[in-house]
């Protein structure tokens, strides 16, 4: 397994969807409906992705898993059954519920056999009526949040932002959230679905129901000391694309047990993979040809690659800058 691993998209119709993971990223949406997600990386039973490129194409991430678990992971591969991170695009046009994930020891109680879920969320495009909801304001409590569910005002208890290109929010397990209003983004998680419906903000269908909430489950797995959520922000992001960034940068954006998060702009050739250590890389800015393991790989915005641990240092060289988001096992 020495060449890097590119994943067929498993896409989404979502009702809160749009049109951007065919416009901005280039994927092929099979239908007119609005899509919210792609699945660029997938271990999870709901999805195994297959390999698209390459002498492994065709084959499943699972089967890698179980059969060459040490060649993609190196050191970790004893600490991973599963790949350790579902990795996407999401379409924010409309809104998403608002909604927490569990962390290990509620998702053991309140849903066995599902992984615990922290993510992290970075931003491609925002339209200026878009919002990100993340974290309690001071003050909010289980009993003002329960008032504020009975009165359709849980907006009033969450801290918001408008956010922008470049913005990184990093949601452990038990963070209320929100997004919506036209956020393009990136996103790294655990490998888990496990998501629990807080608030729809009062939406019905076409027949006037509501879609399904959990709220006894979303009340039982906040985190209440968990206030405002702040971005980390690469404040150039928008602009190295086109030259304006003359000299590489390195952004740590996320640091937690379960994932490392960095932001990389580069315009000089620079080395990667190797080291026994699994990595995805996600292009972001421009582009990139990615040579040294017998072949040649061109790197384009909207796609996300596995180096695998056992594929040997090769290089990459951007055209004419390349902006990526490396995820890597701490």
């Not at 599902?114 to 009993?143: H, M, N, Q």
């Amino acid at each position: 397994m020495n060449s890097p691993l590119r994943f067929v998209p498993f896409l989404r119709p979502m009702v809160w969807g749009g049109r951007r993971l065919a416009e901005v990223l280039g994927k092929s949406l099979p239908t007119a409906d609005p899509y919210g997600e792609s699945w660029e990386i997938s271990d999870h039973r709901l999805h195994h992705s297959l390999v698209a490129n390459g002498p492994l194409k065709g084959r499943s991430l699972r089967d890698l898993m179980t059969n060459a678990r040490a060649a993609l992971l190196g050191k970790h591969a004893p600490e991973h059954a599963v790949f350790p991170w579902l990795v996407k695009f999401l379409d924010a046009s409309d809104w998403l519920s608002v909604q927490v994930h569990p962390d290990t020891e509620a998702v053991r109680r309140l849903w066995p056999g599902e992984g615990s879920k922290t993510e992290a969320w970075f931003v491609l495009a925002a339209e200026p009526k878009s919002r990100i909801y993340a974290g309690l304001l001071p003050g909010t409590d289980e009993a003002k949040l329960r008032a504020a569910l009975e009165s359709g005002t849980v907006a009033e208890c969450l801290h918001h932002f408008k956010p922008s290109p470049g913005d990184c929010i990093f949601l452990p397990a038990g963070t209320v959230h929100a997004v919506g209003g036209g956020v393009l983004m990136a996103e790294v998680q655990q490998t888990s679905d496990a998501t629990f419906r807080l608030f729809d903000w009062n939406r019905r269908d076409a027949q006037g129901n509501a879609r399904e909430l959990h709220i006894e489950q979303s009340l039982a797995c906040i985190d209440w000391a968990r206030g405002p959520v702040y971005p980390v922000q690469v404040h150039d992001f928008a602009t190295s694309s086109a030259g304006m960034v003359s000299a590489a940068e390195r952004i740590p954006l996320v640091k937690c047990p379960f994932f490392e998060l960095e932001y990389r702009w580069e315009n000089e050739p620079f080395t990667c993979g190797g080291d026994d250590i699994s990595q995805v890389m996600i292009v972001v800015r421009g582009g990139a040809c990615l040579s040294g393991f017998g072949g040649e790989e061109e790197l384009h915005v909207g796609q996300m690659w596995i180096l695998p641990a056992a594929m040997s240092r090769s290089c990459c060289r951007p055209d004419p800058g390349v902006g990526i988001l490396v995820c890597t096992l701490p």
